[in-house]
């Protein structure tokens, strides 16, 4: 019995944040309520604030559902057991693009979290989480680019941070540019180009070539 209620509450909780989603697509979260999300959910709003404190725990929810999956992914590239951590760090991003576009949820919240929400009154706290999550991802990336460098997977040129920041900065651009127009790029086919591309410049980069002293006369 005990097990059934559980089950319920989880199906009621996910119902919310599939909800949830579909309403802040189409009205935008500042303009949404939490009844509106109850109203369209088929729920009280009791049935809301029982799982959720507030708008913005509702909406770090839905943004969890679809970030935690690939943070603990990512969170692996580090590890000194991958043998070939650039190799890793490539599969990651290409994950990350892949799924944003075959998964419309995905796809949904990527629109979402981009071009519905703005972080203020009581999304303001959000602000913050975004910029943690952020930082941490980066963190994440440069430890494995730092652990291919130790393999001498990379140019010893190549600043890991810097790199990180580039890469993040990649993916982060073509999903922000891809969820507003599709028609941008074909971002299935040329995910792995573009990743690529940048890969294989960190693997080639070389330090410039120092300028030689002018002979005295």
């Known amino acids: 019995m005990v097990r059934r209620t ?10 919310i944040l599939d909800t949830a989603e579909r309403v802040f697509i189409k009205k935008g979260v500042a303009r949404t309520s939490l009844a509106d999300v109850a109203d369209a959910a088929g729920v009280t709003r009791g049935a809301i604030y029982w799982h959720f404190k507030n708008k913005a725990d ?47 949820q995905s796809r949904r919240v990527a629109e979402i979290s981009r071009y519905k929400v ?54 982060d651009g073509l999903i922000t540019n891809w969820v507003l127009d599709p028609k ?5 086919k040329t995910a792995a180009p573009l990743i690529d591309g940048y890969l294989n410049g960190l693997k080639a980069a070389s330090k410039p070539p120092r300028r030689q002293k002018k002979a005295r006369r």
């Open 6 to 15: 559980k089950e319920k509450a989880l199906e009621t909780r996910d119902r």
């Open 58 to 104: 509702l909406f770090d929810a839905m943004m969890q559902r679809v970030s935690l999956p690939m943070e603990e992914m990512v969170a692996r590239a580090g590890d000194d057991g991958i043998e070939n951590p650039l190799a890793y760090v490539r599969s990651c991003a290409l994950a990350v693009l892949e799924r944003v576009t075959t998964d419309p």
């Open 118 to 171: 703005e972080y203020a009154d009581e999304m303001e706290p959000l602000r913050a989480r975004h910029i943690e999550c952020r930082t941490e991802c980066l963190g994440r990336i440069e430890r494995g680019l730092r652990n291919a460098a130790k393999k001498g997977l990379l140019s010893a040129s190549v600043h890991p941070r810097i790199a990180a920041v580039g890469l993040h900065a990649l993916v």
């Open 184 to 188: 941008y790029v074909a971002l299935a």
